[in-house]
DNA sequence: TATTGTTATACTCTATAACTATA
DNA sequence: TATAGTTATAGAGTATAACAATA
């Protein structure tokens, strides 16, 4: 099937996963709107990384690719919200920890309840199974937490 | 296998597009180093986007889902660059037509060249007949011209 | 009056640089 | 001296509002 713009060349992978991410985020910012105001892509994409025991805002920003600055002001809004706390590091009087509230962990839940929703619709839309191979093949790209791209010898 | 981050739960699926469109920008912006500098994701979105015959700046600006504003801007560039001509369209005094040039035709194939290649690279790791579903997964979640996308309600 | 495009301005997100406090 | 975090500032990307010219 062409359309005018690609002619007969495929559609760019890039405007498929554009599309997929500009769902998903119109999905969650009406989750913001009903129940998390002000909350962005960035706030959430920190509440479902943040581990049960909180972790140190220098470990935060190299786990998610911010740096330390990005981070300290993508976290303030979330501290303002209730969502996080950030205490002082016992074993460290210059560190400090980045930990989930009860409100926090209660958009964690959310969050992942509506991803959980969307993949649902779209594994009904395209049939389980085939949406069960997509999501694989998009888990087996990403290697380890810290993983590079080009690393071919991945153990499945 | 779990991790300490998600524990039993499952990876996001925000995370694992964001990861390959993270590779994917990596990988397109070694191409602006090379040989393009100055472009951008949004340069090649546009690129990408732009029919033979050239558009009006109102048409695009509405297939792309940018305002008319952030499009001039983002055609700015193209068009310092020598990468589309902005011309008056005879039928309408007031309209203007964004058309690309060679040079713009030239980037337009690298980039297909390089998301091509990236697109090989991902179905050689997980196998061909997986990667063809996966990209055929996330074609058929895009609709026709007039679908809507995941339209899922939030529950307050 | 509606539409095409422009000018002006502001907000979100992230970065680099320079700094303070503690180790 | 090196590390954890902060303050200040800048840039990219996109939006809204107000405007100009043409239909």
Redesign the interface.
């Known amino acids: 099937m062409s359309d005018?713009?690609?002619?007969d060349?495929?559609?760019?992978?890039?405007?498929?996963?554009?599309?997929?991410?500009?769902?998903?985020r119109?999905?969650l910012y009406?989750?913001s709107?009903?129940?998390f105001p002000g909350l962005r892509?960035r706030h959430?994409?920190l509440l479902?990384?943040?581990?049960p025991d909180g972790e140190r805002l220098s470990r935060l920003a190299a786990?998610s690719g911010l740096t330390k600055q990005a981070l300290a002001q993508a976290l303030a809004p979330l501290e303002d919200g209730g969502y996080v706390e950030v205490l002082p590091d016992a074993s460290d009087g210059r560190a400090r920890l980045v930990r989930l509230t009860d409100r926090g962990r209660e958009a964690d839940e959310a969050?992942?309840g509506?991803?959980?929703?969307?993949?649902r619709?779209?594994a009904r839309?395209?049939g389980e199974e085939?949406?069960a191979?997509?999501?694989?093949?998009?888990?087996?790209?990403?290697p380890g937490?810290a993983g590079s791209?080009a690393a071919?010898t991945?153990e499945e």
Do not use: F, K
């Not at 509506?114 to 993949?119: S, T």
């Open positions: 005018p713009v690609n002619g060349r495929p559609v760019p992978v890039t405007a498929l996963l554009e599309q997929a991410m500009t769902w998903i119109d999905d009406a989750l709107d009903a129940r892509m959430y994409r479902v990384m943040l581990p786990h969050v992942r509506r991803l959980d929703a969307v993949e619709d779209w839309r395209v085939r949406y191979v997509a999501r694989g093949v998009l888990a087996d790209l990403a937490p791209p071919v991945v």
